[in-house]
């Protein structure tokens, strides 16, 4: 999540458009991420075109310390692609 917000960030600034990420839905709150160093990037990304979401999108547990799936992440990804095009 850290490295997608990064990306956002970067294809904005190569843009020359401002590199804050601004919410487009409500955030979501995870219930298993209030202790992890990361909590504040799942928040923000879930209200950032749903680039954070729960496990199988089912619902709100985010499971940071399971293994990342290869779909999942590849949907990340292509969220975070798809909103910084279009912006």
Known sequence: MAV????????FSARGMNRDLV???PSKTFSDTQNNWA???FTLLSSYCSVASAL???GDR???DDSAK???AAVGTWRMLKSVKAQ
């Open 39 to 41: 909590a504040s990037i």
């Open 4 to 11: 997608l917000r990064r990306a956002a960030e970067f294809g």
């Open 56 to 58: 199988n999108k089912i």
């Open 62 to 64: 985010f499971a940071f």
């Open 23 to 25: 919410a487009k839905e």
């Open 70 to 72: 290869r779909n999942y």
